[in-house]
């Protein structure tokens, strides 16, 4: 069932993608290559280039806690070598010093694959101190990351203070302990679970030129609220699974959703306009932003009207077409029953959802809005897919929703002008 309408001449487009080797056991030992925010990326071999294969948006996570360690579970999306992992002091008020940093692949709840867990550097140095309101790259490290893996990043900070950086619905259960147990395989001292990720924001990989990444851009629905926990159910995740299992040249997934987050307004994480470099075009590889995002904005009732929220898509687009992204455009899903709901909301949704369909100022369109609409009442999202709030789509709704994307819409041709340290 498939709701994805792209522009005339799409198809014409040729991107040929070479199919990605077998996934093999990751990360052999760590290369000493300057990679911080002040220095240039390392150089590339021609033909390769780093992808996001994993991405979460940087948030307020509560008060920074020193002498702690955290064990992050993550899923990747598209496969490669040369792992590097970004660290984020985004919304931290001081510099924040890791001490200890390992990747590796998990076996079960906290406990890694023996072996896989490699300690991972920083310009050459096992620590490194990011300033506030910055992020920083760990340097590549070889070895092969398969796709569709449970990564293990594990970071340590003697001391932090002040506010902490991270993701507060991760929708995945991830481990904290206290004291630096970070190059440990086993799980006996991760005795603490968190639903939160801190601290990591992206995870990278070197594969071919060829191959690039979408990031999904939006609110709780894209960061699967109401889908399973731990069983990478969200509407992104079903996409990666479904590209993973063609030859698109668009392999990689980045979830940069935020829950209760809007397109013009800070509050539940700063707007989407306002973290959209740094949560979606800061990232490698990216060859279209996956913008779903709206129905916050609307259903606040703060005065927002459609013609407002259609200014704020229009700059997204002009700053993602600026940067060579492609950007698709989702109509905003239903949400009658919910308690906001009222018939300006609806008149406001109907008016927005009217331009992602009609203006042509899109890339492409996928329907969202017809995917998980009521056949018996258009403003209703229909039972099967109600995860039980009239908002927020089940693991049911949320498969349809990626099973409703055009592929061929995630295809960019447009250069990019940015360059990723």
């Known amino acids: 069932m498939s709701a994805g309408l792209s522009r005339a001449g799409r198809a014409g487009r040729a991107c040929r993608v070479s199919r990605l080797l077998a996934p093999v056991v990751l990360l052999l030992t760590a290369a000493a290559v300057q990679v911080t925010p002040a220095t240039a990326a390392p150089a590339t071999p021609a033909g390769r280039h780093d992808v996001v294969t994993w991405g979460a948006s940087a948030d307020r996570a509560g008060d920074a806690v020193a002498d702690r360690s955290y064990r992050l579970v993550v899923r990747t999306s598209v496969a490669g070598d040369n792992l590097r992992i970004r660290l984020s002091n985004a919304l931290g008020d001081r510099p924040l010093t890791f001490d200890s940093a390992y990747a590796g692949l998990r076996q079960t709840g906290a406990e890694l694959v023996p072996g896989t867990n490699k300690r991972l550097t920083f310009g050459g140095t096992r620590s490194v101190t990011v300033p506030a309101g910055a992020t920083a790259y760990s340097d590549p490290l070889p070895g092969r990351l398969p796709a569709a893996a449970d990564l293990v990043v594990s970071v340590h900070t003697q001391t932090a203070g002040g506010p902490a950086t991270g993701h507060g619905m991760a929708m995945q259960t991830s481990y904290a302990a206290t004291g630096d147990h970070t190059g440990e395989d086993g799980a006996a001292n991760w005795t603490e679970r968190t639903g939160s990720w801190f601290y990591l924001d992206a995870v990278t990989v070197r594969t071919s030129a060829a191959v690039g990444a979408v990031v999904a851009l939006g609110d709780s629905i894209t960061d699967g609220w109401q889908s399973s926990g731990d069983l990478n159910r969200r509407w992104p995740d079903y996409l990666a699974r479904r590209l993973g299992a063609t030859d698109s040249p668009v392999r990689g997934v980045a979830n940069e959703g935020i829950s209760g987050n809007k397109v013009l307004a800070d509050g539940a994480g700063q707007s989407a306009l ?47 077409h600026r940067a060579g992204k492609c950007v698709v455009g989702a109509t905003v899903a239903p949400f009658k029953g919910w308690s906001e709901w009222d018939t300006a909301a609806e008149s406001v949704r109907q008016e927005v959802n009217h331009f992602i369909r009609s203006s042509g100022e899109f890339d492409a369109v996928t329907d969202f809005d017809r995917i998980l609409r009521s056949p018996y009442d258009h403003e209703r999202i229909m039972p099967v897919f109600d995860g039980g709030d009239r908002l927020h789509p089940n693991d049911k709704g949320m498969q349809a929703m990626a099973d409703s994307v055009d592929l061929d819409s995630l295809r960019c041709d447009r250069t990019s002008t940015v360059d990723v340290p």
Do not use: Q
């Not at 740094?278 to 590889?285: E, K, M, Q």
């Not at 779903?292 to 200014?311: M, Q, R, S």
């Open 274 to 320: 306002n973290r959209l470099d740094r949560d979606v075009l800061s990232h490698p590889g990216v060859r279209t932003v996956f913008l779903f995002e709206g129905v916050n904005d609307i259903k606040a009732h703060t005065g927002v009207t459609g013609a407002d929220l259609i200014a704020g898509y229009r700059e997204i687009i002009a700053r993602a």
